[in-house]
């Protein structure tokens, strides 16, 4: 099983201000790897698909990098409505996510 | 716009079978993997397994001997069953689609809201 760990665990920011969230796989997943964001009550959202693209709809504000085992997800400029849980997710074996991290208003 | 839809007992009793099925509306069921992933009450998320609309199946490992995921194509419909639960089964089933034109078939890009099982006596 390829366990990936997400750090942090929790952030507190404010609006606006720029975030980058970390995602590190225990073995090499590629590209293969995807970003997930997860309201309160609500099922996830696919922000980001093959470490990179951007999925259909989401905002130009969110971006991802990395390759191998160390990735990163970005939100330029953070707005009231991201603030929520995000979670990774790698398919270069049968699908496994991180644990999460937790992005809360300051 | 494709949507799914989430349905079955809430309640299920320790030892007994949960039954959960997923209805697509909105669009098609054909050429698309649908994929049964939980969420325990506060913690992340975990992949139980997809279905390819020909019936091909594929599960997560620590699953795999209780699990079985079927499709109805006529009804748009597909199913999981998770036998001899425990309350470390309780959780939101959430049911959702891989693959298709832009995503591979692990990569999930619609999802339904979500149902609560709980598995209690």
């Known amino acids: 099983e390829i366990v990936l760990t997400q750090s942090p665990a929790t952030l507190s920011l404010s609006p606006g201000e720029r975030v980058t969230l970390s995602c590190r796989a225990s073995q090499s997943v590629s590209s293969y790897l995807a970003w997930y964001q997860q309201k309160h009550g609500q099922a996830p959202r696919l922000l980001i698909y093959?470490?990179?693209n951007r999925a259909t709809g989401i905002p130009a504000r969110f971006s991802g990098s990395g390759s191998g085992t160390d990735f990163t997800l970005t939100i330029s400029s953070l707005e009231p409505e991201d603030f929520a849980v995000y979670y990774c997710?790698?398919?270069?074996?049968?699908?496994?996510f991180g644990q999460g991290t937790r992005l809360e208003i300051k | 716009q494709v949507q799914l839809q989430e349905s079955g007992p809430g309640l299920v009793k320790p030892s007994e079978t949960l039954a959960l099925t997923c209805t697509v509306s909105g669009g098609s069921i054909s050429s698309y993997y649908w994929s049964w992933i939980r969420q325990p009450p506060g913690k992340g998320l975990e992949w139980i397994g997809y279905?390819?609309?020909?019936?091909?199946?594929n599960y997560n490992p620590s699953l795999k001997s209780r699990v079985t995921i079927s499709v109805d194509t006529s009804k748009k419909q597909f199913s999981v069953k998770l036998s001899s639960v425990t309350a470390a089964d309780t959780a939101v089933f959430y049911c959702?689609?891989?693959?298709?034109?832009?995503?591979?078939?692990?990569?999930?890009?619609?999802w339904g809201q979500g149902t609560t099982v709980t598995v209690s006596s």
């Open positions: 959702a689609r891989g693959g298709g034109d832009h995503y591979n078939h692990y990569t999930m890009d619609v």
């Open positions: 279905v390819y609309y020909d019936g091909r199946t």
């Open positions: 997710q790698q398919r270069s074996s049968w699908p496994t």
């Open positions: 093959d470490a990179s």
